[in-house]
Structures are given as C-alpha cells and as structure tokens.
C-alpha cells in the first residue's frame, strides 16, 4: 500500500523560506516522477513542480525562480525548497507520485503572513 507523508510546514513572513519533505512507502520511489501541488482555501488544486525520474524539473510559472524541487532516492523523500514566500504561496501542500496519481497524503499546511 503506498503511502505519502508530508511535513515542514508553517508559518512564515513574506520573503522567507520554508523546506517540505515528503516520505514514500509502498512504492519504487526511484522509477516514477514526482509531484508537488498546492491548495489554498476556496480554491483548485494546482500544480506546482514535477521532478521526473531523471531528475528533471520544470514549475508552475508562479513559482519559477522560487521554488526548488529535488528528490533524494535514497530515503525515498521527495523535496520543495521555498523561497522568498509570498502571501499568495499560502496553502495545503501534498506530493503525489506519477505511477499512482490517485494516492494522497494528508498535506501540510503553508501560511505566508506577517
């Protein structure tokens, strides 16, 4: 059974930083791509980096420049480096995997506020 658990949420100023981790179980995590999304209240869904198998990255246009995906097969943990936050960054976070799209963790939640 795969499970997904996410961490290294908070709460945090415009401008600073914050590093999600998400721990795979239950799956080959080196041989499928990863995904972080993103949900704030009231609002969709939406995708915010991918990191694929070879490692390589792209991002929402929001987040360009910003946000870091890596992903460290070892300790099946997917990684969002985040910086320089903005209000609008404010959501529940959760890693999702390509090879089961329909599995979910609970999130953790990232509120950018002063």
């Known amino acids: 059974q795969v499970q997904l658990v996410e961490s290294g949420g908070g709460l945090v100023q415009p401008g600073g930083s914050l590093t999600l981790s998400c721990v795979a179980s239950?799956?080959?995590?080196?041989?499928?791509?990863w995904i972080w999304y993103r949900q704030a209240a009231g609002k969709e869904r939406e995708l915010v980096a991918v990191v694929t198998s070879l490692s390589t990255t792209n991002y929402a246009d929001s987040v360009k420049g910003r946000f870091t995906i890596s992903r460290d097969n070892a300790k099946n943990t997917v990684y969002l480096q985040m910086n320089r936050l903005k209000p609008e960054d404010t959501a529940v976070y959760y890693c999702n995997s390509a090879r089961y799209p329909n599995t979910w963790g609970q999130g953790t939640q990232v509120t950018v506020s002063s």
């Open positions: 239950g799956i080959i995590f080196s041989t499928t791509g």
